[in-house]
């Protein structure tokens, strides 16, 4: 469908509107987690065709969501000039292009997500309300502030982040009604780390078992990845050291063939601090 729509506005003339699908198309494979080496050649040829055809303002999106792939691929980005997220954000800014704005906002709160870097997804998310749109990215938000705010919670016993996690499940709820294909998995996984936080350890563990087939079985990698790591995490905190590294180990498998070198290194990282001293079998 992309490319007889791409085919279609360029056989018309209609250049703005061949790239503009072209954008639809890779934000929305990249949102969807597409394999991120992959996206990131099809982002690379995407800004030189904005570049080409003259049509700056989608070149600028291009370069948003390509910031978060770089980050989280490890690649360089010297095959074309890029501007920072703050030169970008200075950009909308000025030019007051709230869509510009808001997904820079998005796709920088995405990169620290993936990495697990809570905290900082948190203190982003207080840049921008929610638009109320029903677009894949506000659902991605709220899983993402979500399952920041449970993870958060089991830590620092904040009434108010297990508000936020509750009414991110009730959303999503929501959300998978209309595309259980789509939404099924981080409904789940919200789902499993509520039952963590409450202390309901065979329902937690039924429910992250239950996100990584549903996002095995919709083909959403980096989900699986995600709640792999997420379940060995809960092993390991539960006394299930030997689960815990069969899961972690399950999660750099995936999360390399989704692509993501960075939250590779980061899992090698904690299982070396986790199992490398564990004590030989008499």
């Known amino acids: 469908l992309f490319h007889e729509r791409y085919d279609s506005a360029m056989l018309a003339g209609d250049v703005g509107g061949a790239v503009r699908s072209l954008l639809a198309y890779c934000i929305g494979a990249f949102h969807m987690g597409s394999e991120l080496t992959m996206m990131s050649k099809y982002f690379v040829a995407s800004i030189k065709q904005s570049i080409k055809y003259q049509q700056t303002f989608v070149r600028y999106l291009f370069m948003s969501a390509y910031h978060t792939c770089i980050f989280l691929t490890g690649r360089s980005s010297d095959e074309v000039v890029m501007k920072t997220y703050e030169e970008l954000d200075e950009i909308g800014k000025k030019g007051k292009h709230l869509h510009l704005l808001y997904q820079n906002f998005y796709n920088e709160m995405m990169g620290h997500f993936w990495i697990g870097d809570y905290a900082k997804v948190l ?13 894949i990215v506000e659902a991605n938000r709220i899983v993402f502030e979500g399952v920041a705010s449970l993870n958060l919670a089991r830590n620092t016993y904040q009434a108010n982040l297990r508000n936020n996690g509750e009414g991110a499940l009730k959303k999503m709820l929501k959300w998978e009604k209309l595309s259980k294909w789509n939404f099924q998995c981080g409904t789940i996984l919200l789902r499993a780390e ?3 936080l409450d202390g309901e350890i065979d329902l937690a563990s039924t429910a992250y078992k239950a996100t990584i087939a549903s996002a095995r079985a919709h083909k959403f990698t980096n989900y699986e990845a995600l709640a792999h790591e997420l379940y060995g995490t809960f092993c390991v905190e539960n006394g299930m050291t030997e689960e815990g590294e069969i899961q972690h180990s399950m999660a750099i498998e995936t999360y390399e063939k989704w692509g993501a070198t960075k939250n590779v290194e980061k899992m090698e990282l904690l299982m070396k601090k986790l199992y490398s001293a564990k004590p030989t079998s008499v």
């Open 123 to 135: 203190e982003l998310s207080k840049k921008y309300k929610p638009t109320g749109h029903k677009r």
């Open 194 to 196: 509520l039952h963590y």
